[in-house]
């Protein structure tokens, strides 16, 4: 019987080291997984900048464009 409870003892001990390693490597997963989202965070930042900045760009070349076609139009009214 005390051969029963030594082998439940080592079973218990090994299960317990083992859980204590899943732990640790969980923590570090969950280190991992905290910087990956830091990061995804700053390039969500990064790319809602350059949106804005493509977003303006764009409209001041619509506005450019708009000028040159105004100006096409009325030299080419004077020409014809």
Do not use: I
Request: glycine share 8%; charged share 40%; proline share 0%.
């Amino acid at each position: 019987m005390q051969a029963g409870f030594d082998t439940l003892a080592d079973l218990l001990r090994e299960t317990n080291s083992r859980l204590d390693e899943t732990n640790a490597r969980l923590g570090k997963l969950e280190a991992r997984v905290d910087e990956t989202n830091t990061r995804l965070g700053k390039l969500e930042g990064r790319f809602d900048n350059f949106l804005k900045v493509a977003g303006t760009e764009t409209r001041r070349l619509r506005t450019d464009v708009d000028k040159l076609a105004r100006r096409v139009n009325r030299l080419e009214r004077k020409a014809g």
